[in-house]
């Protein structure tokens, strides 16, 4: 073991502590011990662990060398996710972190090997943030999963009915329901996202590209309204209660003349006359804070 001295000593702030107290060996670069080493001292370490008060100097150090002495288990597990696009850097410090909950979570009284305990944590939380992180669109972790058992259940009848299966079929296959399978099927939707500038089709001439943004959506005529809106409500606030009962039923409620005159106690003759009037004078009013 290279990186550790010969004095077996163990370290603390400040100084060594003599064998008989902590055998533990001064580690001067934990990191480059190798992984059979490791194991072993890591046993005596988690032993030590296991009676040290959490928060004091000599605990740190054990933890943080533990740590150190077991990053070849991140790089192992990092390596079986080198082909995606984050960086290996990016994957081994997400992997650190479930290298650090086993850690917090291990028990040499279980009597298994550390290795066999933390790298499930280490894959799982490498798991973890590519499928948090790894969606064009945020949708919930069950949809998430169920995305994945989409996939697979869609890949096996397919192979095994020669064409591609109906959701009820794969609702029986998940047992789920059908609503469920569709959920998840828009779930996956989300998994990729793509520019609105990104132009549809081969054709390599500046002119006459289409663009996504051409080909989807539609206009909303609605949408000129809404200035108009925001230009009359000022006007209506000041239309006396009746009148604004009047376009309330009339806009709103969708009432005919004859049943806005049933709740007045007046002639359709006469409820339209005022709709008339009402309507004519908030007209002049937008056009006059057009031209204002």
């Known amino acids: 073991m290279a990186a550790v001295t010969a004095a077996r000593t163990t370290a603390t702030v400040g100084g060594t502590v003599p064998e008989e107290e902590a055998p533990l060996p001064l580690i001067d670069a934990p990191s ?9 001292l890591s046993r005596r370490f988690f032993d030590r662990l296991a009676v040290l008060e959490e928060g004091t100097p000599e605990y740190q150090y054990v933890r943080n060398t533990l740590i150190e002495m077991n990053l070849s288990l991140v790089r192992y ?5 080198r082909g995606r696009e984050d960086s290996l850097e990016d994957i081994v410090q997400v992997g650190t972190i479930g290298l650090i909950k086993a850690i917090d979570r291990f028990e040499i009284s279980r009597e298994v090997e550390f290795t066999t305990f933390a790298v499930p944590y280490i894959v799982g939380e ?37 064409r591609t299966p109906t959701t009820r079929e794969l609702s029986q296959l998940m047992s789920l329901s059908e609503e469920e399978v569709i959920e998840a099927r828009k779930a996956a939707n989300c998994y990729n996202s793509a520019s609105l500038d990104a132009v549809l089709g081969s054709d390599d001439a500046q002119d006459g590209k289409t663009v996504l ?11 000129e309204l809404v200035e108009d ?18 376009l309330h039923m009339r806009f709103v409620e969708e009432l005919t003349q004859s049943q ?33």
């Open 32 to 40: 480059k011990i190798g992984p059979k080493d490791a194991r072993e």
């Open 77 to 81: 597990a990092a390596s079986r996710f």
């Open 126 to 162: 490498i798991k973890r943030f590519f499928r948090d992180t790894s969606w064009a669109v945020h949708v919930p972790r069950r949809l998430q999963e169920a995305r994945v058992e989409l996939a697979k259940a869609t890949d096996e009848l397919r192979s095994r009915l020669g």
């Open 213 to 223: 943004a051409d080909v989807i959506g539609e206009e909303d005529p609605s949408l």
């Open 229 to 246: 809106f925001h230009s009359l409500a000022p006007l209506i606030t000041q239309c006396d209660e009746r009148e604004r009962r009047i």
């Open 260 to 292: 806005i005159a049933g709740h007045l106690g007046v002639s359709q003759m006469h409820v339209s006359r005022l709709i008339s009037r009402i309507i004519k004078r908030l007209r002049k009013g937008l056009l006059e804070s057009d031209v204002a």
